[in-house]
């Protein structure tokens, strides 16, 4: 289930570094959730310069590159999973196509179990001894 996007302005990127952002993030995913790389996907969607605002104008005004993004995890994921996939999805925007730091947003979305379906089947069936172990862990038993 681990799903990336990130939210680039058209133009401002190269080929070669969107490769690479989609590579670094799904192995950041895999490593961080200890999950297997075949759940991970990873996109970019491109947004026109001219539709996109930083600092109260467009980009394609004053050429800022401000990228957003989001992410998706199972409700029941340690917070310190979160806060390493924050940090390591904004290295990445910083590292690659040399965003500045401080002009990177990004967020996380969980997702109960029961609201995510792998193959049409929910995860709270396909994957419920995983999210057993999870809500242990976090219990602390």
């Known amino acids: 289930m681990p799903i990336v996007n990130f939210h680039?302005?058209?133009g401002m990127t190269s080929p070669e570094q969107d490769a690479r952002l989609l590579i670094g993030?799904?192995?950041l995913y895999a490593e961080v959730l200890k999950a297997p790389m075949e759940r991970v996907r990873a996109f970019?969607?491109?947004h026109a310069?001219?539709?996109?605002?930083?600092?109260?104008?467009?980009?394609?005004?004053?050429?800022?590159?401000?990228?957003?993004?989001d992410f998706i995890?199972?409700?029941?994921?340690?917070?310190?999973?979160i806060h390493r996939l924050l940090a390591g999805f904004t290295d990445l925007l910083v590292d690659i196509?040399?965003?500045?730091?401080?002009?990177?947003?990004?967020?996380?979305r969980?997702?109960?179990p029961e609201d995510w379906a792998i193959g049409g089947v929910p995860?709270?069936?396909?994957?419920?001894?995983?999210?057993?172990?999870?809500?242990?862990?976090a219990a602390g038993t």
């Open 8 to 10: 680039l302005v058209e």
């Open 25 to 27: 993030a799904s192995r």
């Open 44 to 46: 970019i969607t491109l």
């Open 49 to 69: 310069a001219g539709r996109f605002a930083v600092v109260g104008e467009l980009a394609a005004d004053n050429g800022l590159h401000a990228p957003y993004f």
């Open 73 to 81: 995890v199972l409700d029941g994921r340690p917070v310190d999973e």
């Open 97 to 108: 196509p040399g965003v500045r730091r401080d002009l990177v947003r990004g967020s996380c």
């Open 110 to 112: 969980r997702v109960a």
């Open 123 to 137: 995860a709270s069936v396909l994957r419920s001894d995983e999210v057993a172990a999870r809500a242990r862990l």
